[in-house]
């Protein structure tokens, strides 16, 4: 199995900064890819971004210029930098990973983390 957990979730003001964490238990230059999604309240789950095994990514639309996904091999970690913050951007954050590119992209991921709160104040 694989588990996977988020941290790096907290409280701050409206144009601040978060660094999100998605630690792995496995190696995760073994996983074809991960991405992050997140879900508020009242609203469905939406795609943040994702990233290969090969460093390639994707973004939603409100991402460019603001988010930024990486990953730490050594350290089997994946990171959501997040700048520039706003309230809109409140919601629980889920890592997800699957071998297979395409399911992490449609949200059809076969392993997910528990998730971590990013509240964002006016």
């Known amino acids: 199995q694989v588990q996977l957990v988020e941290s790096g979730g907290g409280l701050v003001q409206a144009g601040g900064s978060l660094r999100l964490s998605c630690a792995a238990s496995?190696?995760?230059?073994?996983?074809?890819?991960m991405g992050w999604y997140r879900q508020a309240p009242g609203k469905q789950r939406e795609l943040v971004a994702t990233i290969s095994s090969g460093g390639s990514t994707n973004y939603a639309d409100f991402v460019p210029g603001r988010f930024t996904i990486s990953r730490d091999n050594a350290k089997n970690t994946v990171y959501l930098q997040m700048n520039s913050l706003k309230p809109e951007d409140t919601a629980v954050y889920y890592c997800a990973a699957d071998n297979r590119a395409l399911r992490v992209i449609a949200g059809t991921g076969s392993y997910w983390g528990q998730g971590t709160q990013v509240t964002v104040s006016s």
């Open positions: 496995v190696s995760i230059s073994a996983i074809n890819a």
